[in-house]
């Protein structure tokens, strides 16, 4: 990335007061409800933390491991599931939180797996979406911020294994 410059799409502020909109509409939606939100690692591991603190609801957090990029920019094929989720499901309300939905491949596939095991409902929140990309019909529930086709990284996204901890979120761009 040598020749590149980093241009700031997001900044921490921007994230911070869109995570604590989402998480009082998500409260106010599934109020005196037993949601379950699980949030697919590892791309959404800091937007869950930060959107759970947001929900002043009774509410209870599981984890799935999911990879289908590897370290590429480009879908690999194929959705492997690497966990299993521990809470039940059945009966639930059901929000699957994820960095970004870009093909829609992982998130429909994790849809399906959960829909699997009769929850209540099922709902998508991601910090980012990228629709020009999309390969499947999903839509996700609640989005943060909708994005163009550019390769972005930060606030949980990674570049290789690495960038994950900037609190913002950012693209490179030509010098």
Not at 51 to 75: P, V
Not at 89 to 109: E, L, Q, S, W
Not at 153 to 169: A, H, K, S, T
């Amino acid at each position: 990335m040598e020749n590149k410059i980093e241009k700031v799409l997001f900044s921490r502020e921007d994230i911070d007061i869109r995570v604590q909109e989402l998480g009082k509409e998500l409260s106010e939606e599934y109020r005196g409800k037993d949601p379950l939100v699980i949030s697919l690692l590892r791309g959404s591991f800091i937007f869950a933390a930060d959107l759970i603190r947001a929900m002043d609801i009774k509410l209870e957090i599981d984890f799935l491991t999911t990879a289908s990029y590897g370290n590429e920019e480009t879908f690999s094929g194929t959705v492997k599931f690497l966990s299993e989720i521990r809470s039940e499901i059945k009966g639930r309300d059901v929000i699957i939180v994820d960095d970004i939905i870009d093909t829609g491949n992982t998130m429909k596939a994790v849809v399906e797996k959960i829909k699997e095991s009769q929850p209540n409902s099922v709902k998508t929140c991601v910090v980012l979406d990228k629709p020009s990309r999309r390969e499947v019909e999903i839509k996700p529930d609640y989005v943060a911020f909708e994005i163009p086709d550019v390769f972005i990284v930060g606030y949980g996204l990674n570049y290789g294994e690495f960038c994950r901890n900037i609190p913002y979120i950012y693209t490179y761009e030509d010098k």
